[in-house]
C-alpha cells in the first residue's frame, strides 16, 4: 500500500534547495548583468515555493496516512484505517489543483487533516516560521504578479525582518543582497527549511 513518507518528503524539498542554491550560485558567478541576476532570484523564490507547496501536500497526506480520523470527521466519509496516498490527496484536493493562501490558509489545512492543537499545527505557527513563511509567500506573489496590491503585501511581510523598510522595488533585487555574508534569499531557504523540518518530525 502506497503511503508518504514525511522523511521522504523532507528529503525531496531538501534537494530542491540544493538545486536552488546551486542555481543562483552559478547565476552569481556569472557575469550577468543586475537585471538578469534580479530575475534569476525572482525564479528564485518563485520556485522555493512551489517547491514548499507540494511539500505541503505531502506532509498532509502522510498525516491523513498515520491517522485519517480527522479528515473523516470535516468531509463525514470514512475510506477506513489504511487509505493511499492517492485516495489521501483526492480527499483533499479533489479533481482541483492543491493550493492555500497565506499562512492563515496554512493553518486552516493542517488543521483539516491533524485537528487543532496539533503538533503539526504548533510547528506551522512558530513565530519565526510564520515570518519566514508570510515573506516567502509576498515575495513569491509580488515576483509573480509585480502589481501595486503584491508590492504591499511583500512589504508588510518584509518588515518582519527589517521593520524600518519602507520601499521595494524588484523582488529578485532585495533577495541576491548579502547581508552578514550570506543574501537574503540564503537567509530565507534556510529559515523554510526550518519549519519544513519541524513538520515532518510533527508527524
Not at 534547495?17 to 532570484?41: F, M, Q
Not at 483533499?92 to 493562501?101: C, E, S, T
Not at 520601499?167 to 527549511?193: D, H, P, Y
Request: glycine share 8%; proline share 2%.
Amino acid at each position: 500500500m502506497r503511503k508518504k513518507s514525511p522523511n521522504k518528503s523532507l528529503e525531496i524539498f531538501q534537494g530542491e534547495l540544493t538545486a536552488i542554491r546551486e542555481y543562483l550560485n552559478e547565476v552569481t558567478t556569472n557575469n550577468l548583468s543586475a537585471d538578469s541576476r534580479a530575475h534569476s532570484y525572482d525564479f528564485g523564490v518563485i520556485w522555493v515555493y512551489r517547491a514548499f507547496e507540494l511539500f505541503v501536500l505531502d506532509i498532509l497526506v502522510a498525516q491523513i496516512n498515520h491517522d485519517p480520523s480527522k479528515l473523516y470527521d470535516v468531509i463525514g466519509v470514512n475510506f477506513g484505517h489504511n487509505p493511499t496516498a492517492a485516495q489521501c490527496e483526492y480527499m483533499l484536493v479533489g479533481d482541483r489543483y492543491f493550493d492555500f493562501r497565506g499562512h492563515g490558509g496554512l493553518v486552516d489545512a493542517i488543521k483539516k487533516v491533524a485537528g487543532q492543537g496539533s503538533a503539526l499545527e504548533a510547528a506551522a505557527k512558530n513565530p519565526t516560521h510564520r515570518k519566514a513563511f508570510e515573506i516567502l509567500v509576498g515575495l513569491r506573489n509580488h515576483a509573480a504578479h509585480w502589481s501595486d496590491q503584491s508590492k504591499a503585501a511583500a512589504l508588510k511581510a518584509m518588515k518582519h525582518w527589517e521593520p524600518n523598510r519602507h520601499n521595494l522595488g524588484q523582488a529578485g533585487k532585495w533577495l541576491s543582497v548579502f547581508i552578514g555574508g550570506q543574501t537574503r534569499m540564503e537567509r530565507l531557504l534556510s529559515s523554510i527549511e526550518g519549519l519544513c523540518i519541524d513538520m515532518a518530525d510533527a508527524v
